[in-house]
């Protein structure tokens, strides 16, 4: 199994910036796709972007397109999110997460079977 540990989260006024990054350890990190997800209170956990395991194909939540941006440096095992334009509806817990199948990068959390504890990101307006 693999363990994801998140960090960067904080607290940015709308239009700044933020830089996630979620360390990976454990069994060979370029053997998953990983994900971005975010959970904001009283709602679902919802993708954010997801990654490849090579790192060739991205995928994003309409909501990020052009905001956020997922990359991975297998030689680190970590995956980041940088975060631009943030806008308060962005405030949420920010997780990572691996998918081991060997698939295309999917948007389901449910197909993703190790998640990080969290980071708390809170854009003020």
């Known amino acids: 199994q693999v363990q994801l540990v998140e960090s960067g989260g904080g607290l940015v006024q709308a239009g700044g910036s933020l830089r996630l990054s979620c360390a990976a350890s454990g069994r060979t990190f370029s053997n998953y796709n990983m994900g971005w997800f975010h959970q904001a209170p009283g709602k679902e956990r919802e993708f954010i972007a997801g990654i490849s395991r090579s790192g060739l194909t991205t995928s994003y939540a309409d909501s990020v397109k052009g905001r956020f941006t997922i990359s991975r440096d297998n030689a680190k095992n970590t995956v980041y999110l940088q975060m631009n334009n943030l806008k308060p509806e962005d405030t949420a817990v920010y997780y990572c997460?691996?998918?081991?199948?060997?698939?295309?990068?999917?948007?389901?959390?449910?197909?993703?079977?190790?998640w990080g504890q969290g980071t708390q990101v809170t854009v003020s307006s």
């Open positions: 997460a691996a998918d081991p199948r060997i698939t295309y990068v999917r948007r389901n959390p449910d197909v993703y079977d190790y």
